[in-house]
């Protein structure tokens, strides 16, 4: 298949690239890190008000724009570059599309709206105290209460869990692991911002205590539903990483052209073309891992591609910022410098939703190898 976008795509990227430009320079970016807010709340109403991007991939009768995976990863690569400071991942990428691949009507008429339109923030809770996304190592316990459910248990690195007004929680029943839908406010739950690398990005922990849940989809459909919605999170979160790798990548060429030493721009050193040439064969190798998992979202070949993408793409933004910061020199390790910012970003996104050897020993298991 084409791994290329169509004309509406690129559109789609070209304003989205001009809005973050516009509205999340570096400056605001540390406004928001250095305080109390986890993200901009005025700047999430514009997404959605000016853009509609909250909605880009939700179901036209849902109130979105009836995009998929693909304009999806349009947005996110170009979130990532900017390292853009609100819960679009946790909002659309994680919580919208554990909705919309749902087979749930009743729920997705709930919530999908409200997320499409920004006045509802969610996000979706996997991790436990491991840190592992495997539905093997959920302990989180749902159980029958009334017409409803009652969880117990505890989340862990929630992303943007304390400003949620709803949380999509896995946790294991009777008939095995299942999608629970908490609201903020809901008894027994308590959220508390945990320390993170990564300042653009609000992790949380959140207790469980009998907390009362609405199930999402049916028992018989569970198992199937969650294993695509790990490989939908992986391939959003892999447009992500390699937005900042290539962006990490520009910083490095940008500057290797204007620093000089002896008389000549540093970029004519060897070691230096080597070192940007071997980023950019990795940038690209990344884009097109990331750009075919997006397009195959659909098909059978959605996990092996997914978990190719986060694996590959991991390593590239990990790669990319530290060069990136080797570059510069001594600049490049100061606080009032942006490359920090995407090391940790690049650091918090390889674990945060699987370790790349995670990912290859499954793409290893997938393939029989």
């Not at 807010?37 to 909250?54: I, K, T, V």
């Not at 490049?332 to 290859?360: M, N, Q, V, Y």
Request: aromatic share 6%.
């Amino acid at each position: 298949m084409s791994v290329t976008f169509t004309e509406e795509q690129e559109d789609l990227r070209r304003v989205v690239r001009r809005f973050c430009a516009e509205q999340s320079p570096g400056k605001e970016i540390r406004r928001v890190m250095e305080s109390d807010e986890s993200w901009d709340p005025g700047l999430w109403a514009r997404l959605a008000g000016q853009l509609g991007l909250q909605g880009v991939a939700i179901p036209e009768e849902y109130g979105g724009a009836g995009g998929g995976p693909a304009e999806l990863a349009v947005v996110l690569e170009e979130l990532g570059r900017s390292l853009l400071v609100s819960p679009y991942l946790s909002s659309v990428a994680l919580a919208g599309q554990a909705l919309t691949s749902s087979a749930d009507e009743a729920a997705k008429a709930r919530w999908l709206p409200r997320i499409a339109d920004g006045s509802l923030v969610a996000t979706l809770a996997v991790a436990e105290e491991t840190g592992s996304w495997d539905l093997a190592a959920v302990r989180t316990t749902a159980e029958p209460a009334g017409a409803g459910w009652s969880l117990r248990g505890t989340k862990m690195f929630v992303t943007d869990g304390t400003a949620a007004d709803l949380v999509l929680v896995v946790a294991r029943a009777g008939d095995g692991p299942g999608l629970f839908a908490v609201e903020r406010g809901a008894a027994g739950m308590r959220t508390a911002k945990l320390d993170a690398v990564d300042l653009t990005r609000e992790l949380a922990r959140v207790e469980l205590d009998g907390v009362p849940a609405t199930r999402i989809g049916t028992p018989a459909e569970s198992a199937a539903h969650l294993a695509r919605l790990r490989d939908l999170v992986l391939i959003a979160v892999a447009a992500e990483q390699i937005g900042g790798a290539a962006r990490c990548l520009e910083m490095a060429v940008d500057y290797a052209k204007i620093r000089v030493q002896f008389d000549r721009p540093i970029g004519s050193f060897q070691a230096i073309k080597h070192k940007c040439a071997d980023l950019l064969v990795e940038v690209e190798s990344g884009r097109s891992a990331s750009y075919y998992a997006a397009g195959v979202a659909a098909g059978e070949e959605a996990p092996i591609a997914a978990a190719l993408a986060k694996a590959y793409c991991s390593g590239a933004y990990t790669r990319a910022a530290k060069e990136n910061i080797q570059i510069h020199g001594g600049i490049g390790f100061t606080w009032e410098h942006d490359a920090h910012l995407f090391l940790k970003r690049a650091k918090s996104d390889e674990i945060l939703f699987g370790s790349p050897a995670h990912h290859r020993s499954r793409l290893a298991t997938l393939t029989g190898l």
